[in-house]
């Protein structure tokens, strides 16, 4: 989280609004403040999401899912992912999730994903590895 975004899920309009990034714009918990009121991916999957790298106005973020672990669902603004190995993912789409399809996606593909809640869960028999900024 930058150091104007907000530090919990308590909504705080701070200079963040002026740069950009996302904060305080909607009560919500995360630094994005998504109107449906679900958290971001490292929010509410720190075991699973983790922030890499601050990027002005972005964030690296890298999933790392093992075999048969599903996570909370979440929401993302637009993202361009690369994919660090092959996944066999299973996704439900929307708040709440819809029924879940799955789809198998090769090591170095990077699909521009728009903005919007899901949950995922791996259904391969290996580690799920992912870069993406949000």
């Known amino acids: 989280i930058c150091q ?3 530090a919990s899920s308590t909504l705080v309009l701070s200079p963040a609004v002026k740069m950009g990034c996302g904060a305080g ?3 919500g918990p ?6 449906s009121g679900l958290h971001d991916c490292c929010t509410s999957n720190p075991e ?3 922030v890499v790298a601050e990027i002005p106005n972005a964030r690296l973020v890298e999933m790392t899912c093992p075999p048969g672990v599903q996570d909370k669902p979440h929401e993302h603004p637009a993202h361009s992912m690369y994919f660090v190995t092959d996944c066999k993912l299973s ?3 929307g708040n709440p999730p819809g029924d879940p399809h799955e ?3 090769p090591a170095g593909a990077a699909p521009i994903f728009p903005a919007g809640a899901h949950q ?3 259904v391969g028999d290996k580690d799920a590895k992912v870069l993406f900024v949000e």
């Open 103 to 105: 789809v198998e996606i």
């Open 91 to 93: 996704i439900g789409d």
């Open 4 to 6: 104007f975004c907000l």
């Open 120 to 122: 995922v869960k791996n």
């Open 30 to 35: 995360g630094p994005f403040g998504f109107s």
């Open 48 to 50: 699973i999401y983790k």
């Open 25 to 27: 714009k909607v009560a």
